[in-house]
């Protein structure tokens, strides 16, 4: 049997690195790819421990810069034309508004635009395994979010909360949106709530919330559960344009609606730089 391959995006801590070490225990060639090389190698060394002899790597991705994931994808094909799994897991949740590199709200910026484009230059691997699939790590919290499509840029207040809703929102109408139009491709498309999972998701908040938050949450193994189903089991690829929640479907905000999916896969098409129809 072929061994599989998956690329996991902020795989070296937290969820990505949970899923990163089971992928990995089952036989997967594992891409962590992330931005903190130091952590990366430090996640490689963890694993290779955990499970001597596993296929993985690190590589260098930069989500808040559009170019740098340009220049990553590019280099990415050259290395593996055919992968198996693409899974959608960084994010970040910063209290402060920051900007990316070509001026986006941050939140927005990377936990959404950074992939959406990523995605879009890696399409062709993924459609040359027998059985793509595309795993996108969004949260219950998108049930907060609208999409204001007048913040994109930072034009209004920032609130980290607001921030964080919108982009877990603009992951499952991406989901939604991929899934219908790669219908019938044989490629499995999902969104997924991890759970509330000790992670540095919340490195940024101050320490007394970093207790409360960490009394209501689970394991990182626990939290990886889901993404590791929809990247490996048989039964996910019956699940495809799901959102996803302790390996099970569950509903999505009604804000979740196909005229806003439609939208926002437009103007992020435009944002990133590609063909606004067609582009998949």
């Known amino acids: 049997m072929a061994v599989k391959t998956v690329l996991i995006t902020g795989g070296n801590s937290g969820i990505g690195k949970a899923t990163a070490l089971a992928l990995a225990r089952q036989g997967y060639r594992v891409f962590i790819a992330a931005r903190d090389m130091a952590k990366s190698k430090a996640a490689l060394a963890d694993i290779t421990t955990a499970v001597p ?17 340009r220049v990553f994808a590019d280099d990415f094909r050259r290395r593996v034309p055919v992968l198996d799994v693409l899974l959608l897991n960084a994010g970040l949740f910063p209290l402060k508004r920051q900007m990316t590199v070509q001026g986006f709200e941050q939140q927005f910026g990377v936990n959404h635009l950074g992939h ?22 969004s949260s219950i919290m998108h049930w907060l979010g609208r999409i204001n499509f007048g913040s994109f840029r930072g034009e209004t207040r920032y609130n980290p909360v607001v921030a964080y809703g919108q982009s877990k929102l ?36 101050p320490a007394f919330a970093q207790k409360i938050y960490a009394m209501a949450t689970v394991t990182v193994e626990k939290g990886a559960e889901s993404s590791v189903f929809l990247a490996s089991s048989e039964a996910a690829s019956e699940m495809h344009g799901r959102f996803v929640r302790n390996c099970k479907p569950m509903r999505v905000s009604p804000l979740a609606t196909r005229a806003t999916a439609e939208k926002l896969w437009r103007v992020s098409a435009d944002l990133c730089g590609l063909p606004t129809e067609g582009s998949v």
Not at 116 to 137: N, P, Q, S, Y
Request: hydrophobic residues 55%.
């Open 53 to 69: 002899g596993a296929q993985v790597m690190a590589l260098k991705l930069d989500l808040a810069d559009l170019d740098q994931v």
């Open 116 to 137: 959406f484009l990523l995605t879009h230059l890696l399409l062709d691997t993924v459609r040359a395994a027998d059985a793509g699939r595309i795993v996108v790590v």
């Open 170 to 205: 603009a992951n499952v109408l991406f989901m939604q949106e991929l899934s219908r139009r790669l219908a019938g491709e044989g490629i499995a498309v999902n969104a997924l709530h991890p759970g509330g999972v000790d992670t540095g998701i919340a490195r940024d908040l």
